[in-house]
């Protein structure tokens, strides 16, 4: 998807017609830089595209309800036809679209009411008239997907909210988007219920083997549903919870009166962490010695009496045996002994030969025994190696929780003062954080017993799986229901199975591209992580002994970055594999970023890596920025890059606001005009 224009018409402060032209990457560059004031536009111009698209607007656009510019609005006479619109040209899979948006309607008030657009779409053929498309939803969702959106049009001070805890749906809804596998969730929801049905004629049909079962089953799947929304509620309350402690942490650090002791709690903290870190290892080292090694030391016991044996066998004279077990298998079945006699059962010939079968096995054991004899040897060293390891193992285990220990009394005792120590404010905060904590403790308690009840129903539901696909009926309608249901259960499985390998493919794409972007872009050498449980982390350190880094508004802006450019990247290699096999759908492409205030209030070290990766993330990126934020080091990184810009001229009937100009490109441009007949603003091209 590549944008070419946007045009507005009388909507929002956007007063008359109004044209944005697109930077449109190549060597003449892929920004497009639009300076504007606070309450300018920035935030209308970035909710035009989801407003075109999806007839939607952020929840950061108040009164949604009035489109047409107010200036437009008041001077209308009651019983006048007033129209606003919007009007987006982009280019698709090498298709030009026009998509035109509109709002017209007789002013019956002072005050404008929702009213319901009119939209059109139309392509351009290759004679170059523009063809009407009705299905125009079908195209919008194809070219982006409503729940892609987000990942593409988005204020900078707000995308940070891709590291919560909570937001994993967000990017599990969007790996699945990428998918095209929205038909294989339809699926999952509508097999249950066709399961259902199935499952209600057949317990119509009487009181057969097959009904009984059905009904268990159906009764251990409803538990199972219940559950699983149990456990996906509490999941999400855990989230929230942990991210109102982290808040409530860093408010705690920020507070004079407890900066001091939250310091000390974050030091505890992460030595309670590298202390449970310590006992995992150490548990899991002892449990694997335990089930590999740990024979090695009752075998070793063994060892001197097989030796024994051994060596008494040798003294007898049986070992080493003159002959092998297989050659005299062979004189007893041929019947004939080698020096000529015949061989019988019951006679004494054959029973003579037959004794030697039993010492010829001993050839075997001998040469079994020289083989193993050496490794013997190292197995009984061996077992003085296991013992020592356990007993180191069990000495770290003794130590880690003792410091385990240690770590949480201080952390008791720091939360003891915190609740004492300050203003009011300051103990309400450390009040706040314990009660969430408690929660959060009460949440994972019962979370686990969803896991063990969870396992339970899966081992039930399996049985009664099972036993149905042989509850076999002589009655042709109760046969052919029993085999529906079997089969329905079967497909479900099949395609959750499907859904969730694909999701899981693309997760750790999605992971490998987060950490390629942010190693580009990060000031500091952290490591990022898209978990399975679909949360986006950031880890100071690598492998057992890393711990979460320290989080920072720039951190958290630099990682929701490098997601959004990670899932830029995959979105065009899922483009380029469309001609390969595919699940379903076909979604990806080379999709714009367009970004409000994507520098906020970040340091100069921050905005200067956010500027230098901006351009490289996709093939075309719209900024909207005010001037503060875009001047100096911002400006300079941009600048190699900037294909177009654009000033919004803000018009204010404040009379004593202050005149303000922007020099851009070396020409000085309006930005800020007091004493305006009316409110509005303007879009001057620069250039």
């Known amino acids: 998807m590549k944008l070419l224009s946007l045009e507005l018409e009388n909507f929002r402060q956007f007063v008359g017609s109004q044209r944005i032209d697109f930077a449109l990457g190549g060597d003449e560059g892929n920004v497009t830089l639009i300076y504007g004031a606070n309450g300018a536009g920035k935030t209308t111009l970035l909710n035009v595209f989801t407003w075109l698209f999806y007839g939607t607007l952020g929840s950061d656009v108040e009164q949604q309800e009035r489109l047409i510019t107010d200036a437009i609005w008041e001077q209308a006479d009651i019983g006048d036809d007033v129209t606003c619109s919007a009007t987006l040209i982009f280019e698709h899979d090498g298709t030009q679209y026009r998509l035109r948006r509109s709002i017209s309607t007789r002013k019956g008030g002072p005050r404008q009411q929702t009213r319901q657009p009119d939209v059109m779409l139309t392509a351009s053929a290759d004679d170059g008239v523009w063809k009407n498309i009705e299905s125009y939803t079908d195209i919008l969702d194809q070219v982006l997907p409503e729940r892609l959106a987000q990942f593409f049009f988005f204020n900078g001070e707000r995308i940070e909210h891709l590291v919560q805890r909570e937001a994993f749906e967000d990017i599990q809804a969007a790996i699945k988007t990428l998918l095209g596998l929205e038909q294989y969730e339809r699926a999952l929801q509508h097999l249950p ?281 002589e009655n042709a309608k109760v046969e052919a229901l029993r085999r529906r249901v079997a089969i329905t259960g079967e497909a479900a499985r099949a395609i959750k199975l499907m859904l969730d390998t694909a999701s899981e493919s693309v997760r750790k794409r999605l992971d490998s591209r987060v950490r390629s972007v942010h190693s580009k872009i990060t000031i500091k050498p952290f490591m990022p992580e898209l978990n399975p449980a679909f949360e986006l982390r950031l880890w100071r350190g690598e492998g057992p002994d890393r711990l979460l880094a320290p989080k920072s508004t720039g951190e958290n802006q630099l990682l929701s970055l490098s997601f959004v450019g990670a899932l830029a990247q995959v979105c065009k290699e899922q483009a380029e594999r469309a001609g390969e096999a595919q699940l379903l759908g076909r979604i990806g492409g080379l999709y714009p970023i367009v970004m409000d205030a994507a520098f906020g209030n970040l340091d100069n070290n921050y905005r200067e890596a956010i500027a230098r990766a901006l351009p490289g993330m996709t093939s075309q990126v719209v900024v909207l920025t005010s001037k503060s934020q875009a001047e100096g080091i911002v400006a300079r990184e941009l600048a190699p890059h900037v294909g177009a810009e654009h000033v919004i001229c803000v018009h204010t009937t404040k009379p004593d606001a202050l005149r303000e100009s922007i020099t851009v490109a070396g020409q000085e441009w309006d930005y800020v005009i007091p004493a305006s007949d009316y409110d509005s603003a303007q879009l001057r091209k620069v250039g």
């Open 193 to 473: 219920l066709v399961e259902k049905a199935f499952s209600t004629e057949l317990r119509k049909l009487g009181n057969s083997p097959a009904g009984k079962l059905v009904a268990e089953l159906e009764a251990e799947k409803e538990k199972r549903e219940r559950l699983l929304a149990e456990q996906k509620r509490l999941r999400g309350e855990v989230a929230h919870l942990k991210d109102e402690v982290e808040t409530l942490d860093q408010l705690l650090r920020q507070h004079e009166a407890t900066a001091q002791l939250q310091a000390r709690r974050d030091e505890q903290r992460r030595a309670l962490d590298e202390a449970d870190q310590r006992l995992r290892d150490a548990r899991k080292a002892r449990t694997d010695i335990l089930t590999r090694r740990s024979y090695r030391v009752w075998l070793a016991d063994l060892l001197p009496e097989v030796e024994n044996l051994h060596t008494n066998l040798h003294e007898r004279g049986e070992l080493p045996a003159p002959l092998k077990r297989q050659f005299v298998d062979e004189r007893l079945q041929s019947g004939i002994c080698i020096c000529g006699t015949p061989l019988r059962r019951g006679e004494e010939p054959y029973a003579h030969v037959e004794q030697w079968r039993q010492k010829a096995g001993l050839a075997e054991v001998e040469g079994i025994w020289q083989e193993m004899r050496g490794q013997a040897k190292n197995l009984a060293e061996d077992a003085g190696d296991v013992v020592a390891s356990l007993q180191r193992f069990s000495s770290e285990i003794a130590a880690a929780s003792e410091a385990h220990r240690q770590a949480e009394d201080s952390l008791n005792e720091i939360a003891a003062q915190l609740q004492k120590v300050g203003p009011e404010d300051a103990q309400n905060l450390e009040l706040r954080r314990n009660d969430a904590r408690a929660k959060i403790q009460d949440h994972e308690f019962r979370l686990r017993d969803i896991d063990k009840e969870l396992e339970a129903v899966s081992v039930e539901i399996k049985r009664l799986e099972d036993a149905l696909k042989k509850a076999h009926s």
